[in-house]
């Protein structure tokens, strides 16, 4: 079977900075499986370069900024008084808040703290990088209803808890 929309790929896969530096991987003993077609569960780079592949495809992509987190906006960066956080907050600490504007909900990680002001960012920790995806296709299988209609795998067993 060929990878296509509303199928189910399950790959191999490195992520790593163009320098070599590992950020994550799936291996053949635990593959990585996403929803082919449009749903966001990959980069669509590539998924663009997976698009009419099949098993033992590889495909090896670098991804700018743009393709993969983003630009890095000093405009996420806030400065908030300490009074607002637990007594026992520290740097590298994320927590979910929302935008200035009030429209979305984004991911803050605490990277600084001193003189009663701890610093919040809400960038990706991987904004303003290019990165590198080296993947292998495992298997292509055609998507469940329910996974369709959902928008994400529902894993081997084909159920998933919402």
Same mark, same amino acid.
């Given at each position: 079977?060929?990878? *296509? ?13 163009? !320098? ?7 291996? !053949?003993? /635990? ?9 966001? *569960? ?9 698009? @009419?592949?099949?098993? *033992?495809?590889?495909? $090896? ?8 987190? *983003? ?22 600490? /994320? ?7 009030? !429209? ?10 001193? $003189?009663?002001?701890?610093?919040? $960012? ?5 904004? @303003?990088?290019?990165?590198?995806? !080296?993947?292998?296709?495992? $298997? ?14 529902? @894993? ?7």
């Amino acid at each position: 079977m060929q990878v *296509g929309k509303d199928t189910v790929v399950s790959l191999t896969y490195r992520l790593t900075t163009l !320098q070599g530096e590992m950020l994550e991987e799936a291996t !053949q003993d /635990q593959p990585a499986a996403y929803l082919h077609g449009g749903y966001d *569960g990959i980069f669509p780079k590539v998924e663009a370069a997976l698009e @009419g592949q099949s098993a *033992g495809a590889e495909a $090896d992509v670098v991804l700018e900024p743009d393709d993969a987190f *983003g630009d890095y906006d000093a405009e996420l960066v806030r400065m908030e008084d300490a009074s607002l956080f637990p007594p026992e907050v520290q740097v590298g600490m /994320q927590f979910e808040g929302v935008s200035e504007d009030g !429209q979305h909900h984004m991911l803050y990680t605490i990277t600084d703290i001193a $003189d009663g002001k701890v610093v919040v $960012d809400g960038n990706h920790p991987l904004a @303003g990088q290019s990165l590198r995806v !080296q993947c292998r296709v495992v $298997d292509v299988r055609a998507a469940l209803p329910v996974e369709v209609e959902h928008g994400h795998v529902h @894993g081997p067993e084909g159920h998933h808890h919402h």
